[in-house]
C-alpha cells in the first residue's frame, strides 16, 4: 500500500502521524501491514484541496491513497 497521510503544518509529532496512518490501516481491513519511519517519513508539502481541507477539519488529518489501497 502506498498513501500520504495529509496534516496541518502544527502536527509535528512522529507518534501523531503514525496513529494516523495505524488508524487508517485499521479501516481497510490491514492492521497487520508495517508502518515504521522507513515506510512513513516526511516527504512533501501540498497545496491544500478543498476536500482535504474539509476532512483535516474534521479528522484532523486526509489520508491520500496512491497504490494498492483498494478494500
Not at 508495517?34 to 474534521?58: D, G, N, Y
Amino acid at each position: 500500500m502506498h498513501f500520504d497521510i495529509i496534516a496541518p503544518v502544527e502536527v509535528t509529532d512522529a507518534a501523531t502521524i503514525h496513529t494516523y496512518g495505524r488508524d487508517y490501516l485499521v479501516r481497510k481491513g490491514q492492521e497487520g501491514q508495517p508502518l515504521t519511519s522507513r515506510e512513513c517519513r516526511f516527504c512533501h508539502v501540498e497545496t491544500v484541496r478543498p476536500l482535504w481541507e474539509a476532512t483535516i477539519k474534521e479528522k484532523g488529518y486526509y489520508i491520500y491513497e496512491m497504490e494498492n489501497c483498494d478494500g
